[in-house]
């Protein structure tokens, strides 16, 4: 317990001073994100895998528990794929072959057999992208990493999984450390190798810790456990698909762009969606750990409902006007 609470505090307190050493390297290889006529450096991925990786095979336990070794390649695989998103733009294809590939590597085929195994390595590869999506406002991509590591720890300690709940705890600690830096106005940010690396392995450490429970009731446990991204992923596709936008076009139609039309600053934003994640993963933990009934699970599932409906309604797109070319000027958004 003491050395679990060392290491965590080892790895936020690197990941603060390693994120804050790299943004004047990162500045100087335009390795940076622009938005608001300001460029934040995407040094705060780096060190969240760079931290989190040292720290876990350092306390040994990359080779203890379930693939939790195998868990860190596949992880530090779909890191390199994502600094090479932040650096040459790859296609949304080429990445999502990519975390596929490394997730069907470490899926745990023997405990949740071969179906299931293919169903659980399109969903991890859907939560990737669901957290790259949210990493679109200050300290939103952060926070729901923190609470959904907490949660998958949290559950791998119920099954006393240490090497997975090892790993997690790990890691949320060093989105901790992220987070200090990238609360608003953001310093640096975490850039597609930070959170497509927090999402993969989240949705994969969830994955070896349900393997050989009921798939039904395990569907619900992982929806919980990332409903923040899951809700934001189901409100960005259906709203542009009903409108007739192009699906894989970037624009201001996440959560956090809806709700702050509605007034809310920046960081009450992302505390707000901060508390719904909580919820929803406080939920999934005691399902997982048969203290509340699987009944409660469609709570998480109605409530994310109800707030994809309610802010599918608020309009987030202005009203294009007829522009000469020779005055049209190109239009920056971030990544979504």
Request: aromatic content about 4%; hydrophobic content about 55%; overall charge positive.
């Amino acid at each position: 317990m003491l050395y679990g609470i060392a290491a965590a505090a080892t790895a936020l307190l690197l990941t603060a001073l390693l994120a804050a050493a790299l943004r004047t390297p990162a500045l100087r290889l335009r390795l940076v994100e622009r938005r608001r006529q300001r460029e934040v450096p995407l040094s705060g991925g780096v060190a969240v895998v760079v931290v989190t990786g040292a720290v876990v095979v350092v306390k040994d336990w990359g080779t203890a528990g379930s693939g939790t070794g195998g868990l860190l390649v596949a992880g530090g695989v779909v890191a390199l794929l994502g600094l090479a998103d932040d650096v040459w733009r790859l296609r949304r294809r080429v990445l999502a072959a990519g975390t596929a590939v490394a997730a069907a590597c470490v899926v745990p085929y023997g405990e949740t057999g071969v179906v299931p195994g293919l169903l659980a390595v399109a969903w991890a590869v859907g939560v990737t992208f669901a957290f790259r999506g949210l990493d679109h406002a200050d300290g939103l991509a952060g926070t729901a990493g923190v609470v959904g590591a907490f949660g998958v720890a949290a559950c791998a300690a119920v099954d006393v999984l240490d090497g997975v709940a090892g790993l997690m705890s790990v890691l949320a600690a060093a989105l901790t450390g992220f987070l200090l830096h990238n609360w608003h106005p953001a310093r640096v940010g975490l850039g597609s190798c930070g959170s497509m690396t927090a999402g993969f392995v989240i949705a994969l450490g969830l994955v070896h810790v349900r393997a050989g429970f009921g798939l039904a009731e395990s569907a619900g446990v992982l929806f919980a456990l990332t409903a923040l991204a899951g809700a934001d992923a189901v409100l960005v596709l259906l709203t542009r698909r009903l409108g007739g936008r192009p699906v894989l076009r970037s624009g201001p139609d996440h959560l956090a762009h809806r709700l702050r039309r509605l007034g809310p600053t920046v960081p009450g934003v992302t505390l707000l969606l901060g508390l719904a994640a909580l919820s929803g993963a406080v939920v999934g933990v005691l399902a997982h750990a048969e203290r509340v009934g699987s009944d409660a699970l469609w709570w998480v599932a109605g409530g994310a409902v109800v707030v994809v409906l309610s802010l599918s309604r608020v309009p987030v797109y202005t009203a294009r006007r007829s522009v000469s070319p020779q005055v049209r000027a190109p239009l920056r958004v971030r990544n979504g």
